[in-house]
């Protein structure tokens, strides 16, 4: 006859095996949902791509000539008039879209090749896609207290560190020198005037921290807080902010401490393209 003790005995082994099947259906229904949204935001993105962008040069574009899944030198076009954009971005569909709509950003052989909005605060596009529907990976977004077209001092643009790589999560690997070295600029692409973005400083620092100051325009002050920028940086440049060059922070979380972030700085230097297309030569037709 089996005793009460033994009976207990196998009453707790099941519950706990129940237990933690129960925590291992949970974990699978968790993991699995977190890895359909990036799925869904991965299409989301790579079909923006697809739809709106092309290779500039009209080589190494893909079948729907998107500039994802291309390759070029990360360098530009060379023009008989100068420097272009190395991609095109149809901004009149974008637009169309979402008129909140502001740029394009593109980094050659990175994760980074995404829209860029501007909302009227800084938490709609924490969990909105480009286009204004409900996505975990967000959208890149420019800081609400700056202008919509670039023209501050200091242009701050925001994107999640998603842990699949996508959106802004590669920042980070640009506090390695040779990484830095390998890809020293990038591209914003807008529907007046194209820049490419000359990095020049890179550093993890706190949410709350001054790097986050807005300067509307060039001034004293802000000179002196692109050399605190500078002396902080993870790699060294060459390149030097120049007097009166607008810049951009591009900013992401980190995971060094609470509240971490990492960023970059770059200068916007103008070239000589709209959208990726050409200015005319002058005196053209």
Not at 47 to 63: F, H, I, K, P, V
Not at 98 to 118: F, H, L, M, Q, R
Not at 206 to 211: F, I, L, N, V
Not at 278 to 283: H, K, Q
């Amino acid at each position: 006859m089996e005793c009460v003790g033994g009976r207990m005995g196998k009453w707790m082994r099941r519950a706990v095996m129940l237990a933690l099947l129960a925590v291992f259906l949970v974990s699978a229904v968790t993991v699995g949902k977190i890895l359909y949204e990036y799925y869904v935001s991965g299409r989301l993105y790579d079909n923006a791509a697809a739809q709106y962008t092309a290779l500039a040069s009209g080589e190494g574009a893909g079948e729907n000539g998107d500039a994802k899944t291309g390759k070029t030198d990360g360098g530009g076009v060379e023009q008989p008039g100068g420097e272009t954009a190395p991609v095109k971005v149809d901004f009149s569909g974008l637009q169309a879209v979402n008129s909140d709509i502001a740029g394009w950003i593109y980094c050659e052989d990175t994760s980074i090749n995404y829209p860029v909005v501007k909302g009227e605060d800084n938490d709609f596009y924490l969990d909105h896609g480009y286009e204004g529907t409900e996505s975990s990976s967000g959208a890149i977004f420019i800081e609400a207290g700056n202008r919509p077209d670039f023209q501050d001092a200091n242009t701050i643009i925001y994107g999640h560190h998603m842990k699949n790589g996508s959106m802004f999560a590669s920042l980070e690997k640009w506090a390695d020198q040779e990484y830095y070295g390998q890809h020293p600029h990038m591209w914003l692409l807008t529907p007046g005037q194209d820049y490419k973005i000359v990095l020049f400083s890179g550093y993890t620092t706190g949410a709350e921290s001054e790097t986050y100051t807005i300067f509307s325009d060039s001034c004293r002050e802000f000179d002196e807080y692109l050399e605190v920028c500078v002396s902080r940086s993870d790699f060294r440049s060459e390149a030097v902010p120049e007097g009166g060059a607008k810049c951009v922070l591009l900013s992401t979380c980190s995971y060094v401490f609470e509240d971490a972030r990492y960023v970059l700085h770059g200068m916007l230097v103008p070239v000589d393209s709209a959208g990726g297309v050409p200015f005319p030569a002058a005196g053209g037709q």
